[in-house]
């Protein structure tokens, strides 16, 4: 399973925190590569999202599903369809972490995981010549990166302002 694991301190409670990751239909404001979600469900578990990606010549709506909640602390979910993926969200209260001027921090882990020898090149419409392979190979850059991205944006959306963002990485997808 290929993974990236990466966290950053948000100066919110993790209530405030959990009821806006929660939201998950607000990601495609996040993403380069996420640019519809549709929603069926309330968030709690079983919720499922189809998540329209487009990246290059490819187009694909891959479908998550809400698996686990635990308020205000994580939100587990996994893709149902065409790829082994999962990962989480997690909040952890960090007060010690606050800066001068705010009363709370709390730290924000975004996990996700994928194993790229169960996806389903038969889901996808690749263009002539390219292999479900080639795909992967430029896909697991991306990743960490596109990882990096949301995790900045949620940030400065939550805080009401951007601001530099110290992220800390604590896995990296295999082989990049």
Same mark, same amino acid.
């Given at each position: ?5 990466l966290?950053?301190?948000?100066y919110?409670p993790p209530?405030e ?11 495609a404001?996040?993403?380069?590569y996420?640019?519809?979600?549709r ?17 290059w010549?490819?187009s ?10 635990d ?11 065409d790829v082994?993926?999962?990962g989480h969200?997690?909040? $952890?209260e960090? @007060?010690e !972490? ?7 921090a #709390?730290?924000?882990w975004l ?7 169960s996806?389903?090149?038969s ?5 002539r010549l390219?292999?479900i392979g080639?795909?992967?190979k430029?896909i697991k850059?991306?990743i960490?990166?596109?990882a990096?991205r949301?995790v ?8 009401? $302002?951007p601001r @530099?963002? !110290? ?5 990296t997808p295999? #082989?990049?």
């Amino acid at each position: 399973m290929d993974e990236v694991e990466l966290s950053t301190v948000v100066y919110l409670p993790p209530e405030e925190i959990y009821e806006f990751l929660i939201d998950f239909p607000r990601y495609a404001n996040y993403s380069e590569y996420l640019t519809d979600v549709r929603q069926h469900g309330d968030g709690s578990p079983g919720t499922q999202y189809d998540l329209r990606l487009a990246w290059w010549k490819i187009s694909h709506t891959a479908r998550s599903e809400v698996t686990e909640v635990d308020p205000p602390a994580r939100i587990d979910w996994k893709l149902v369809k065409d790829v082994d993926a999962r990962g989480h969200w997690a909040i $952890e209260e960090v @007060p010690e !972490e606050a800066p001068e001027g705010h009363e709370t921090a #709390s730290r924000v882990w975004l996990r996700a995981g994928f194993d790229p020898s169960s996806a389903n090149e038969s889901a996808i419409d690749l263009p002539r010549l390219v292999s479900i392979g080639w795909v992967i190979k430029k896909i697991k850059p991306l990743i960490e990166k596109e990882a990096k991205r949301v995790v900045k944006r949620v940030v400065a959306d939550l805080e009401g $302002e951007p601001r @530099p963002v !110290e992220l800390t990485l604590h896995r990296t997808p295999d #082989s990049v």
